[in-house]
């Protein structure tokens, strides 16, 4: 298949679908994690929970970058931009996200210079154009988006742009699903593995998980028909009693990866030693930080950083819904205090979030109608 239009091609997708039916055992039921919110937005988006028998539960799983970010990173970023006077860029997604003192956008009403821009390299732009101002870029995603900023590195350090520095806030998701395996309150059956991630580490990661951990794994793309494919793939070997690393996503995500994008992550980052995720606590080498040649261009080496620690709101279950543990309209804030107009977490921001993700569809289709958030 070659369009988009043929992943969504109705017949096929009900023909699939019974074939779910068909291969559900019955006397079963089956926890399937989605690890990326990319997947578990297109779940809502295209209704496939619908289309699931009922012993088929869907957990959305902690791949999220902007809602895995503790709020304690996010105060630090906008403190040291404000008290350095530096212009504060970061992607569109972040700007909502909650600190302790108001969101990014709220600290640009109070005066502070905040710019969204694309791509790092914009950042890197804004600060070869701003050579008497320093531009700090807030860096944040997996493993998809942390060889763009490498690049970016790699190009201040050859221009040698002394205005321009990177809060680092890159996660790696392999520690991620390791935590959530270990975890005691969790069991997951199996997982749908994350689509855009893939694309840069490839599927070998994933090997222990089968080999390890007994479960079967399918790499998704994000069409509703790749979602049911990889179901129905995840099914066949649950039923065999299998557990592999399969790619339902060959179009894009090759085996090993995208080795350029690699090297580029191994030339600027190293593996931090701890790195605190909201609501899973401290995971150790689960995020990446700048190599020695870089800390030029480091903005943790070049302003001092408060290195706050804030819990989330009391009666906020965020990290209860970023493992799983609980589904978004659980969370006892869910559509009433915290809503996509009025957000007190980052999981009802971020266009990867579940429970923006549930609200603007699910919620929105059980008849509670609230304006949707933008895409
Ligand atoms: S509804 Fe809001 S507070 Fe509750 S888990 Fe979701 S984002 Fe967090």
Redesign the pocket.
């Known amino acids: 298949m070659r369009y988009v239009d043929e992943f969504r091609d109705p017949e096929v997708i009900s023909r699939t679908a019974e074939e779910i039916r068909r291969l559900a055992d019955p006397a079963r039921h089956y926890r399937i994690m989605e690890v990326c919110g990319g997947h578990t937005h297109a779940i809502y988006r295209f209704g496939l929970k619908d289309l699931l028998p009922e012993n088929i539960e869907l957990i959305h799983g902690p791949g999220c970058p902007v809602c895995v970010l503790p709020m304690g990173r996010i105060d630090d970023g906008l403190a040291m931009a404000e008290k350095t006077e530096v212009i504060f860029a970061a992607f569109g997604d972040m700007m909502r996200v909650p600190g302790t003192q108001g969101s990014p956008f709220d600290y640009k009403a109070r005066g502070m210079d905040v710019r969204i821009v694309y791509s790092p390299a914009d950042a890197l732009k804004l600060a070869e154009q701003n050579p008497d101002r320093q531009v700090m870029f807030f860096a944040i995603g997996f493993e998809t988006t942390a060889p763009s900023t490498a690049l970016t590195l790699m190009r201040a350090k050859s221009l040698g742009v002394p205005n321009f520095s990177v809060f680092c806030n890159h996660v790696t998701i392999i520690p991620a699903i390791r935590a959530i395996l270990d975890s005691p309150d969790m069991r997951i059956d199996a997982f749908i593995g994350p689509g855009h991630v893939s694309t840069v580490i490839g599927c070998r990661p994933y090997e222990w998980i089968a080999r390890d951990q007994g479960r079967p794994i399918v790499v998704s793309g994000f069409e509703p028909l790749d979602l049911l494919q990889s179901i129905v793939m995840l099914l066949r070997q649950l039923q065999a009693g299998e557990a592999r690393v399969e790619n339902q996503y060959k179009r894009v995500v090759p085996w090993d990866g995208n080795r350029a994008a690699l090297r580029a992550i191994a030339e600027v980052f190293e593996l931090r030693p701890f790195f605190e995720w909201r609501g899973m606590g401290f995971i150790s080498q689960s995020a990446l930080r700048l190599r020695y040649p870089y800390a030029e261009w480091d903005a943790e080496a070049r302003f001092s950083v408060p290195g706050v620690r804030v819990t989330d709101p009391k009666a ?3 990290g209860e ?1 970023l493992k799983g543990v609980l589904k ?1 309209a659980q ?1 006892k ?2 559509g009433a205090e ?1 809503t996509p107009e009025h ?6 921001v971020s266009s990867e979030g579940s ?1 923006a993700a549930y609200h603007n569809y699910e919620h929105r289709k059980l008849g509670d109608l609230q304006l949707p958030i933008s895409d």
């Open positions: 906020a279950q965020c819904v978004p969370c804030l869910f915290c957000p007190i977490g980052a999981l009802m429970c």
